[in-house]
Nanobody
Framework: QAQLVESGGGLVQPGGSLRLSCAAS????????IGWFRQAPGKGREGVSC????????YYADSVKGRFTISIDNAKNTVYLQMNSLKPEDTAVYYC?????????????????WGQGTQVSVSS
């Protein structure tokens, strides 16, 4: 069955870096869009970044533009989110998600598959 598994979260100081991974199984990312959403305590789920599996086109939220980079390794069926210059406001549970589409959706409700989430904490 289709599954997404995130890894790479942790605790980092402000200004530090982390790389999240999202490994897919049971389906190919080539024909999907893959997104990263995050949810901080007491807040709604926020779209962070998205990549189209077929051609690598990317989207970033304004809050992370210039600091985060999304990429895909089609051979490994895995998506990465490189997060640099992390800020305390980046603290959240980060979720990987995929949709059977060529369009990156802003609404989390339109995605088909979700990972279990990985905690990212930015604190001194």
């Amino acid at each position: 069955q289709a599954q997404l598994v995130e890894s790479g979260g942790g605790l980092v100081q402000p200004g530090g870096s982390l790389r999240l991974s999202c490994a897919a199984s049971g389906f190919s990312l080539d024909y999907n869009v893959i997104g990263w959403f995050r949810q901080a305590p007491g807040k709604g789920r926020e779209g962070v970044s998205c990549i189209r599996g077929s051609d690598g086109s990317t989207y970033y939220a304004d809050s992370v533009k210039g600091r985060f980079t999304i990429s895909i390794d089609n051979a490994k069926n895995t998506v990465y989110l490189q997060m640099n210059s992390l800020k305390p406001e980046d603290t959240a549970v980060y979720y990987c998600t995929a949709a059977r589409s060529h369009v990156c959706y802003e609404s989390s409700a339109l995605y088909d598959y979700w990972g279990q989430g990985t905690q990212v904490s930015v604190s001194s």
